[in-house]
C-alpha cells in the first residue's frame, strides 16, 4: 500500500487514538484501513474525506454523533470553531422565545482531545492555592452524575462505587413456620413434647411464628442502542445484586430475550461480563419489548416469579413495535409477580411526556416508575423498595 505523503499518516494515527480514548473501539488495524480509505478517495472534497474514514472507523450507529464532533473538531472545522467560540461570550436573548443553544462537547471527546500529561519529574515552581471552602467531593459528584456524560476515569470509580451497592429488599412473610418464644398461633407437637417430660406439672406453650424472607428479585434489562450506555453501567451494579444474594435472576432483552443469570455469578466481574457479551447476540440493536415480555411470560415467568418475586423492568420504553400487544403482556407480568418497577432514564429529563405510543401501554400497570441514570437513583431505588411492601404479600404480613 502507497501511503499518502507528507504528515498525514501521521495525522490519521492521532485521529484514531482521540476516537479510541473517546471510546470508540478502534485498534491498531484500523490506522492501516483508514490510511488504505484515505488514499483510495484522495483530499479534493472534505466530504468524501470524511465519509472515507467514517466508513472505516464507525461501526455502531450511536457512535457516529461522537465521530462527527470529533473529526469536526480535530480536522478544524471553521464553521464549528466559530459556534465554540461564540459560545464563550456573553449573549442577550429576548424575552420571548427560547435561548439559542451552543455546541455541547462531551466530557470523553474533550479528554481525548486535551494534550498529553505533563511528566512528573518535569520542574514546576509554580506554586498553588487552593480554596476548598466551597467544594464538592469526587464522591458526592459522582453520586448526581448522568452517566452518559461521565469520562473514562469517572466510569471507572462508578464501576467501583456500584459494586459495593447493596439493594436490601424488605423481608415478606411466607406460609413456613418456625419456632418462636411468642406468637398468636400455639404449637401443639412441641407442647404435647413439653407435657410428656413435664411429669404431670403444668408446662408452658409453644408457639410458632411466619417465617420472614427476602422475595426473589426478577430483572429484565432493556440493551438496545438507545439504552447501550446505561444498561452497560448497570449490569455492574446486576453482576453485584447476583453475587450477594440468593434468588436473583436477570434476563436481557433487545429483539430476543436471553438469560445471563448463570454468566454474573462468576466472582470475577471481568469475566462474568465477557461471558455476557458473548452470550448476547442482539446487543445495542432493535427493541421488540412486547415480543420480549411474551416470550418471558410464557418461558420463564413460572419458573423465576414464584413466592412474592419482585420484578425490575430496565427499558426506555421506546417499542420498535409502536407497542403492538404490549398491555396485554404487561399486565401478564404485572399479576404475576408481587411488585413490578419500572426503571426509565428518560426521567432523568424534568420535562418528561408519555408520548410513545411503549410507554403508554405499560404505564397503567407499573407500580413504581422510577428514574435510573446515576448512583443516587440507584440509591432512590432502594429506600422506594423499602418503604413500600410487595402488594401480594400484605395479606401475609396481616396474617403473621
Known amino acids: 500500500m502507497n501511503l499518502p505523503k507528507g504528515r498525514l499518516p501521521e495525522n490519521v494515527l492521532h485521529f484514531v487514538r482521540v476516537l479510541r480514548g473517546a471510546g470508540i473501539p478502534v485498534g491498531p488495524a484500523k490506522v492501516l484501513d483508514a490510511l488504505a480509505a484515505v488514499e483510495a478517495v484522495g483530499l479534493d472534497h472534505r466530504e468524501d474525506f470524511r465519509a472515507a474514514l467514517g466508513a472505516v472507523l464507525v461501526s455502531r450507529r450511536e457512535h457516529l454523533p461522537l465521530f462527527e464532533q470529533a ?33 455541547q462537547l462531551p466530557a470523553r471527546l474533550a479528554q481525548a482531545m486535551l494534550p498529553p500529561d505533563t511528566p512528573k519529574d518535569a520542574p514546576d515552581d509554580r506554586e498553588l492555592e487552593l480554596d476548598a471552602a466551597l467544594t464538592f467531593s ?20 462508578v464501576r467501583r462505587m456500584l459494586a459495593r451497592l447493596k439493594l436490601p429488599l424488605p423481608e415478606v412473610a411466607v406460609r413456613r413456620t418456625i419456632a418462636a418464644a411468642h406468637g ?33 428479585l426478577v430483572v429484565l434489562c432493556d440493551i438496545s442502542g438507545s439504552m447501550d450506555r446505561y444498561a452497560r453501567m448497570l449490569l455492574h451494579f446486576l453482576h453485584a445484586l447476583t453475587n450477594d444474594r440468593h434468588r436473583v435472576h436477570v434476563l436481557t432483552f433487545g429483539t430476543q430475550l436471553t438469560n445471563i443469570t448463570r454468566h454474573l455469578r462468576h466472582r470475577d466481574v471481568d469475566v462474568a461480563l465477557e461471558r455476557v457479551t458473548a452470550a448476547v447476540a442482539d446487543w445495542s440493536g432493535g427493541t421488540r419489548i412486547g415480543a420480549s415480555l411474551r416470550e418471558f411470560n410464557r418461558r420463564w415467568s413460572r419458573r423465576v416469579l414464584g413466592q412474592n418475586a419482585v420484578v425490575l423492568l430496565i427499558s426506555d420504553g421506546l417499542d420498535a413495535d409502536a407497542g403492538a400487544g404490549l398491555a396485554f403482556e404487561t399486565e401478564r407480568l404485572s399479576k404475576s409477580c408481587s411488585r413490578l418497577v419500572w426503571l426509565n432514564p428518560l426521567l432523568r429529563y424534568s420535562g418528561f411526556e408519555a408520548r410513545p405510543a411503549g410507554i403508554r401501554a405499560m404505564l397503567p400497570f407499573v407500580d413504581d416508575f422510577l428514574p435510573v441514570h446515576n448512583l443516587q437513583s440507584l440509591t432512590d431505588l432502594a429506600g422506594a423498595l423499602a418503604a413500600h411492601p410487595p402488594r401480594r404479600a400484605e395479606w401475609l404480613a396481616e396474617a403473621a
Open 138 to 157: 469526587t464522591r458526592e459528584i459522582l453520586q448526581k452524575k448522568d452517566f452518559a456524560t461521565m469520562t473514562a476515569e469517572e466510569l471507572a470509580e
Open 71 to 103: 473529526f469536526d473538531l480535530f480536522w478544524r472545522n471553521p464553521k464549528l470553531l466559530e459556534k465554540l467560540l461564540a459560545g464563550l461570550l456573553p449573549r442577550v436573548h429576548a424575552r420571548t422565545g427560547e435561548p439559542e443553544r451552543s455546541p
Open 184 to 216: 398468636h398461633a400455639v404449637d401443639l407437637r412441641a407442647t404435647m413434647r413439653g407435657m410428656t417430660g413435664a411429669a404431670g406439672a403444668a408446662a408452658p406453650l409453644a408457639f410458632r411464628r411466619r417465617r420472614r424472607v427476602p422475595p426473589p
